[in-house]
Structures are given as C-alpha cells and as structure tokens.
C-alpha cells in the first residue's frame, strides 16, 4: 500500500513538472517572439511623410507589389507606407503607398499582436510585410501606434493600433473597399487600428458591430440615395467567402451565375436574374444580408451599377 502512494505521489509530481515544463516553454516561446518583434522594430525606419515626398527609387515597396498580389519579392518589402485616406465610404481609412485600402480581422489580436490569417487566407488577404531594415513611411499615421509582429513564416507583418494589417485580392484598383464587411470579420483599419465604416461604436465599422449589422433594404425606386459604383457579391448569407467583387459604371456580368446568397454596396443598385441586365430585376440599397428574401437568392447573373 505504502510502495502505491509513494508511486502515485511520484507520478503526480513527474507530470506536474512536465506541466510547468510545457508552460514555462509556451511562454518563453511567447516572450521570444515579442522580443524579436521589438529588436525588428527597432531596426525599422520611421520616416514621416509618404513615398513619393521622401523620393523613393521607383519600382520599390508598395509600388512593387501587384494589385491583390502577396509580397513575394524582397524589393517588395523594402518599404511600406501608411497614410490616412478616403476610400469609398471609408473615411478615414488607411491605405498604403500605392493607395490600396488596408484591412484588420477580427479573429487576429491586437494585445499581443497576433496574426491568425497564413495559408489560402493569405493569399486571399496578402499581409503586409516590410524587411527588417525597411522603411515605414508615416503619412498622418501616429508612429506610436505603428508597429510589426512576426508571422509563423518568419515574415514581419506592419500592425496599426496593434492589429496585424492586410491588403485584400479582389481589390485590383486604389481606393478600392471591396473587401469591406466580408464574412463579417474583415474591415479597414483606421489610422488608430479601429474598425473603418460608419464610425460609431457598436455600428457596421464600430468594434462592436459587424457589416451584417446594416441589413440593406429594397426600393421599387432610388429614392434619391446616391448609386454604387462598386458591389461584393458573396456565395454565403452575411458576407461569407468566396466573394466577387464589380466595379465600374453600367452593366457588369458577374464571374459566377447564380452563385449570391448575400451582397454589400454603399448605395443603390439594380440586380438581374440574366446576363446582359436582362430578365427579372429588382433596386437594392446598401448591405443585403440575405438575398432569399428579395427573391434572388442564387439568381443574380449581372447588376447595373453607376
């Protein structure tokens, strides 16, 4: 009896070693990363001011890297630049040097500064990456809320307001939001790391509300709202990916038939069951959550924009 105890005390106190072990490794391996962050940030320059004020070599930084492209070339990550800006109805919004509206997730963190976005999701959301080394230009951004955490790869991704900070592939034009609202957890980032949009808390760009939170409506008439030049046709209810984005001015065929069950615009459009703007039709208004109850469900096949 007495030869069990000592046995099962023994056993206990092994894997209670074996616990803080493990723990004690989690967080050193935590403390690690965030000291290399901070010598990689410490080794970044700051400059205030954008690119092209500070004479970048042409064919550098954001200038390198192709719309809705990741980073891959290292002259690509040379330089980024942070400037606060307009884009669409995102004002303000942080874009970067090449006027390429800047993203946040909400499934990343900000306090520590993690990304949680690698594999297919950073193809589709490229990081924003700068070398250590690099440059950072600050153009209405406080520095004191800029920063960079290093990614799984080894790679340093630029955080404002400690969120790790993204591009978006379906934005192939600068000042393009298409990626605003999509699957309810990717907005732009304000210059303070907040979400961008309607600018009060709690609302469609607030912290504590999402895109689906401004369920759009439909009108037989415009009603004097000012027409979307840009639209975000997603295959899932409220937002979700795959997604499609139009931009532009008249009627634009969309890439996949009868593929939307929800799709977000900053003001009116028409949507039609045809190509060509033909067949069944209806006058949207803003962020429509759920198609099936307007009827087009799975039905759009081109939409009149402008």
Same mark, same amino acid.
């Given at each position: 009896m007495i030869r069990?105890?000592?046995?099962?005390?023994?056993?206990?106190?092994?894997?209670?070693?074996?616990?803080?072990?493990?723990?004690?490794?989690?967080?050193?391996?935590?403390?690690a990363a965030r000291e290399g962050a901070a010598a990689a940030q410490g080794s970044l320059s700051f400059t205030s001011g954008s690119a092209k004020?500070?004479?970048?070599?042409?064919?550098?930084?954001?200038w390198a890297n192709?719309?809705?492209?990741?980073?891959?070339?290292?002259?690509?990550?040379?330089?980024?630049?942070?400037?606060?800006?307009?884009?669409?109805?995102?004002?303000?919004?942080?874009?970067?040097?090449?006027?390429?509206?800047l993203y946040r997730f909400d499934k990343d963190t900000a306090n520590p500064s993690k990304s949680n976005c690698s594999g297919e999701c950073a193809?589709?959301?490229?990081?924003?990456? %700068?070398?250590?080394?690099?440059?950072?230009?600050? /153009?209405? %951004?406080?520095?004191?809320?800029?920063? %960079?955490?290093?990614? /799984? /790869?080894?790679?340093?991704?630029?955080?404002?307001?400690?969120?790790?900070?993204?591009?978006?592939?379906?934005?192939?034009r600068p000042g393009d939001t298409n990626g605003q609202g999509v699957g309810g957890t990717w907005f732009g980032v304000t210059p303070d790391g907040r979400k961008a949009g309607a600018g009060e808390e709690g609302g469609a760009g607030g912290e504590g509300g999402s895109a689906g939170d401004e369920q759009g409506g439909v009108d037989d008439e415009q009603g004097g709202a000012a027409p979307a030049t840009s639209v975000t046709l997603s295959d899932e209810r409220n937002f979700g990916d795959p997604s499609e984005g139009l931009a532009?001015?008249?009627?634009?065929?969309?890439?996949?038939?009868?593929?939307?069950?929800?799709?977000?615009?900053?003001?009116?459009?028409?949507?039609?069951?045809?190509r060509d703007c033909k067949?069944?039709?209806?006058?949207?208004?803003?962020?429509?959550?759920?198609?099936?109850? %307007?009827?087009?469900?799975?039905?759009?096949s081109s939409v009149f924009l402008g």
């Amino acid at each position: 009896m007495i030869r069990n105890r000592i046995a099962a005390i023994a056993a206990t106190t092994a894997a209670a070693a074996l616990l803080l072990t493990a723990c004690n490794g989690t967080e050193n391996a935590a403390s690690a990363a965030r000291e290399g962050a901070a010598a990689a940030q410490g080794s970044l320059s700051f400059t205030s001011g954008s690119a092209k004020q500070n004479n970048a070599a042409p064919g550098t930084g954001d200038w390198a890297n192709s719309p809705g492209k990741p980073a891959s070339r290292p002259v690509a990550k040379k330089w980024v630049q942070l400037s606060a800006s307009q884009a669409g109805d995102l004002n303000p919004v942080v874009v970067n040097g090449a006027g390429f509206t800047l993203y946040r997730f909400d499934k990343d963190t900000a306090n520590p500064s993690k990304s949680n976005c690698s594999g297919e999701c950073a193809t589709t959301w490229p990081p924003v990456l %700068v070398a250590p080394g690099g440059k950072i230009f600050i /153009d209405g %951004v406080n520095k004191s809320d800029v920063g %960079v955490v290093k990614r /799984d /790869d080894g790679n340093l991704q630029v955080t404002v307001g400690g969120w790790p900070v993204y591009r978006f592939s379906k934005d192939l034009r600068p000042g393009d939001t298409n990626g605003q609202g999509v699957g309810g957890t990717w907005f732009g980032v304000t210059p303070d790391g907040r979400k961008a949009g309607a600018g009060e808390e709690g609302g469609a760009g607030g912290e504590g509300g999402s895109a689906g939170d401004e369920q759009g409506g439909v009108d037989d008439e415009q009603g004097g709202a000012a027409p979307a030049t840009s639209v975000t046709l997603s295959d899932e209810r409220n937002f979700g990916d795959p997604s499609e984005g139009l931009a532009g001015a008249g009627c634009q065929n969309v890439a996949r038939d009868d593929s939307a069950s929800s799709l977000q615009a900053s003001g009116t459009l028409k949507i039609w069951s045809e190509r060509d703007c033909k067949g069944d039709s209806k006058v949207v208004q803003g962020n429509i959550a759920d198609l099936a109850p %307007v009827g087009f469900d799975d039905r759009i096949s081109s939409v009149f924009l402008g």
